[in-house]
Structure formats: C-alpha cells, structure tokens
C-alpha cells in the first residue's frame, strides 16, 4: 500500500515538473514574439497599419507556431529559438504588408 502512494507522489512530481516546464516555456515564446513583434514595427519601412496591439499579439502568435513548429521537428533548443524568431517575424511582415496594400 505504501508503495502504491510512493508511486502515486512521484508519478505526480514527475507530471508536475512537466507541466511546468511546457509553460515556462510557453511564456518565454510569448515573450520573444513580443519583443520580435516590437522590433518587426521598427524595421519594416513606411507607415504601419497594424496597431501596435495587433503587431505585438501576431508577434506572440507567430513565436508560439514557430516554437511548436520546432519542437515537432525535434530540432534544438538554439535552432527552435530561431525557428520561433523566424516565424513571428516572417507573420508581422506578411500580415502588415498585406494590410498596408489593402488601406493604401
């Protein structure tokens, strides 16, 4: 019976940890498409259509597809940090460039 329990904690522990790991790094994507969402408004030339609440949230939304892309691929942790970079970056540029012919 005591054995069962001990299982029972460590099986938990174990699920617990993973958890917590799958949503650190979830916030740590979030967080680098925010700043990726920042720096895209500054590269990209002209005026931005896209509001700043709306670069910041596909920026968001571009790391986080990047970063599933790059762990379905089993790549590393540096190539699915790029990977996530690359894909919030490529998001913003597209949607913003696709906005600003539309309004212009």
Same mark, same amino acid.
């Given at each position: 019976?005591?054995?069962?329990?001990? *299982?029972?904690?460590? %099986?938990?522990? !174990?699920? /617990?940890?993973? @958890?917590? &790991? +799958?949503?650190?790094?979830? $916030?740590?994507?979030?967080?680098?498409?925010?700043?990726?969402?920042?720096?895209?408004?500054?590269?990209?030339?002209?005026?931005?259509?896209?509001?700043? *609440?709306?670069?910041? %949230?596909?920026? !968001?939304? /571009?790391?986080? @597809?990047? &970063? +599933?892309?790059?762990?379905? $691929?089993?790549?590393?942790?540096?190539?699915?940090?790029?990977?996530?970079?690359?894909?919030?970056?490529?998001?913003?540029?597209?949607?913003?460039?696709?906005?600003?012919?539309? %309004?212009?």
């Amino acid at each position: 019976m005591v054995l069962i329990a001990l *299982l029972v904690v460590v %099986l938990l522990v !174990i699920i /617990g940890v993973a @958890v917590l &790991g +799958l949503v650190l790094k979830l $916030l740590w994507l979030a967080l680098v498409g925010l700043v990726i969402g920042a720096l895209a408004r500054l590269v990209l030339p002209g005026q931005q259509q896209l509001g700043v *609440l709306a670069t910041a %949230l596909y920026g !968001i939304g /571009g790391s986080l @597809v990047g &970063g +599933l892309i790059a762990d379905a $691929l089993n790549f590393g942790a540096i190539l699915g940090f790029v990977t996530a970079v690359a894909v919030a970056a490529l998001l913003i540029a597209v949607i913003g460039g696709t906005q600003r012919r539309n %309004l212009a």
